[in-house]
């Protein structure tokens, strides 16, 4: 997609953060390494429980601690490790360099300030603007994220709207400081379908517009393939796989990928059973042994049972996955990659 | 598949019939009624025995309250459900708790929906010992096998509620709906808390079971994917009415209403291949307290004319059990 040549703005290394529970220890982010490049946009799936969310709050420093503690690792924010920063550091970075997107806006917004207040804050507290120039500051932001009469809207209570404006209005505040970098977490799942087309359209065009990079937080894989320019694939954890979109969709390679994408319902084909992972994602406190992944795996074999594979590294690919490396004996991996970007095609 | 529609449509299990479904808002000093929200209104469809036929819409279009009213959760304030040739609404409470026997509704949640201080056995058991579906002697048998049918195993028979995955309760719910043996299950929802991967597996679960049991399914759903999956038909609402029904491959290859069009088009697309074109449709759905005028989608409806504003458009038939309610039906496509 064109993002090679392009200034890497967010390098994240060796990412652990876990959380501690009496005596039991919950690795809910254990080893997570990616980069993001200004302006694209990189998406980060998994399902419930694999540490996509908590991987997010750590880069804006949001766990709480205690429970939760960034135990290792690096999160270098234009050649600047965040985890050193200062609390006072990191509050100047929030909102103005690094802005985040939540699921639900209802509990993001403070519900007795008007929304043109709220996003006049951060331009009076990150840019020093006077009260009324914020205010018009606010309403020309409500403007360019399509919210109709915004002079109006302003002066309303996030209660007054609806689901669709409340996300513009978070898009709003987290755009108006012209961030580098913005995370999206699960920024449309809460929405209807019609109203999610108008949000992601609203967030393409504004990215396009201002050069941001995000970080695209989802379970929803159409929302990964109509958004993102390379996506990581978490599962129990830690990343399976990393690669392009494209390679995403036509020849995934974890077998988690596969499984994934072949549970999907299509919506232009039909099949009379979906082919679903069996099993359920294992307790974060009492993960198996070798590979997460390994009791779920239609190929897994010893090895994956006893040890953890690394992210082995092809390019611009990365995958956690015993087949490709040369101690692999089971069947051949080639022939299950075969066999996935026939039944997508289908 | 087509083989066994024309078999099982000759048996109607279900009929709704101008469904009305008005919430009463209360306001000023009295507390007296100042307006309705109109969250179901007029709505008419039938269902035959042995298919499933899915509900679709986004938030507010009225699609859970139908299935609320179809089992009297609420009480429908007009219109007529008959289940099996008897008119659901002017049975008594005592004669419906009997009728539900064969109506059984699987939610959401099922964590909401299950008692967290009784076992999977006990719960099982007691929705057996109602109507005393199975006798007292061979109920935990039968409970067994229940959950050996729903992928579940013997030794999860004395745990609680809380000792479950969210697959695993669903499936539970999905016993516990079995256990009284009914005829027609409202599914609301019933997979849209889970993971993809645990989706399928449920989703697959609930058609394995309704060949063997030969049941009905009214599935309400939002998400297309799940419901083009399941369905045979599929009836699609707006702002509490139905603007078309449809066999699924019609719906979904031909769609006739300009709403069910552009919400066909706003779904994101996984495969990379098929790049489509994108209706994206103005504003929000209106408040269905002062829904507009002539036909309810016109405020956001690209193809909108002075008649879509002064008129409401009759669901009428387009051939082949197609209906849409628009005024251009015919002409689209």
Redesign the interface.
């Known amino acids: 997609m064109g993002t090679e040549h392009k200034e890497t703005i967010l390098e994240v290394k060796n990412l652990k953060t876990h959380f501690f529970s009496g005596k039991k220890v919950i690795k809910a982010v254990d080893g997570v390494d990616f980069d993001v490049k200004r302006g694209e946009t990189l998406g980060i799936v998994g399902e419930s429980g694999s540490g996509k969310s908590i991987t997010s709050l750590s880069i804006m420093r949001l766990i709480a601690e205690p429970p939760g503690k960034i135990v290792d690792g690096e999160i270098n924010f234009k050649g600047k490790n965040l985890l050193s920063e200062t609390e006072e550091g990191m509050r100047q970075m929030r909102g103005n360099k690094i802005s985040m997107i939540f699921q639900e806006p209802m509990t993001s917004l403070n519900p007795v300030y008007s929304v043109g207040e709220q996003i006049a804050e951060a331009f009076r507290i990150h840019q020093k603007l006077p009260k009324k120039e914020a205010w018009q500051r606010a309403v020309e932001m409500l403007r360019l994220v399509g919210i109709p009469s915004p002079e109006k809207r302003a002066k309303q209570e996030p209660h007054e709207l609806s689901g669709g404006m409340r996300q513009r209005v978070m898009i709003a505040m987290a755009l108006a400081c012209k961030p580098e970098l913005l995370i999206a977490d699960e920024p449309t799942t809460a929405l209807d379908v019609t109203i999610q087309a108008q949000i992601l359209d609203l967030l393409k065009n504004l990215q396009e517009q201002l050069g941001t990079a995000v970080i695209m937080i989802t379970h929803d894989m159409g929302v990964v393939s109509e958004t993102c320019d390379r996506v990581a694939v978490m599962y129990c954890g830690k990343i399976v796989e990393h690669t392009d979109v494209d390679s995403l969709f036509e020849n995934p390679k974890h077998p988690y990928t596969q499984g994934l994408l072949r549970s999907i319902p299509a919506v232009d084909r039909d099949v009379e059973e979906l082919e679903a992972i069996p099993g359920t994602v294992p307790s974060p406190d009492n993960l198996p042994k070798g590979c997460s992944f390994a009791p779920r795996c239609p190929f897994a074999t010893d090895l994956c049972r006893t040890e953890e594979p690394d992210l082995l590294i092809d390019n611009d690919d990365k995958v956690r996955c015993w087949m490709y490396s040369e101690r692999w004996n089971g069947p051949a991996a080639k022939e299950v990659a075969a066999d996935v970007s026939h039944a997508n095609a289908n | 598949m087509s083989a066994t529609l024309t078999l099982t449509k000759e048996k109607e299990i279900l009929q709704v019939k101008d469904l009305q479904q008005y919430f009463p808002i209360k306001g000023g000093v009295f507390g007296r009624t100042v307006n309705h929200v109109k969250a179901v209104d007029g709505v008419n469809f039938t269902i035959y025995e042995g298919e499933t036929v899915s509900i679709v819409g986004?938030?507010g279009c009225g699609k859970s309250t139908t299935g609320r009213a179809i089992l009297r959760l609420d009480e429908p304030t007009g219109g007529e459900v008959i289940f099996q040739g008897t008119n659901l609404l002017s049975k008594s409470k005592r004669e419906m708790r009997s009728i539900r026997k064969d109506l059984q509704v699987i939610f959401q949640d099922p964590f909401a929906s299950l008692n967290p201080r009784r076992s999977i056995g006990q719960t099982l058991e007691e929705a057996m010992g109602i109507l005393n579906v199975v006798p007292k002697a061979n109920r935990r048998r039968r409970a067994i096998e229940l959950l050996e049918q729903v992928g579940l195993k013997e030794e999860h028979i004395d745990r609680y509620p809380h000792e479950f995955?969210?697959?695993?309760r669903q499936r539970i719910g999905i016993a516990r709906a079995l256990a009284v043996e009914p005829k027609l299950i409202i599914c609301d929802e019933a997979v849209s808390a889970l993971?993809?991967?645990?989706?399928?597996?449920v989703?697959?679960l609930l058609?394995k079971l309704q060949k063997e049991y030969g049941l009905t399914y009214l599935f309400i759903s939002?998400?297309?994917?799940?419901v083009?999956?399941?369905s045979d038909r599929i009836i699609v609402m707006y702002l509490g009415k139905v603007v078309e029904i449809a066999e699924?491959?019609s719906l979904?290859d031909n769609p006739r209403h300009p709403y069910t069009q552009?919400?066909?088009?706003?779904?994101?697309?996984?495969?990379?291949?098929?790049k489509k074109e994108?209706i994206?449709?103005k504003?929000?759905?209106p408040s269905p307290i002062d829904p507009p005028s002539g036909c309810r989608f016109h405020t956001r409806c690209p193809l909108a004319t002075d008649l879509c504003r002064q008129s409401d458009p009759e669901l009428k038939s387009l051939g082949e059990g197609h209906q849409a309610a628009c005024h251009y039906a015919e002409a689209i496509s």
Request: zero cysteines; aromatic letters at 2%.
């Open positions: 986004e938030s995955s969210g697959g695993q993971d993809v991967s645990v989706q399928a597996q989703l697959n058609k939002h998400d297309l994917g799940v083009r999956h399941i699924k491959k979904f552009a919400l066909l088009s706003a779904i994101p697309e996984p495969n990379r291949k098929k994108r994206i449709l504003g929000d759905v």
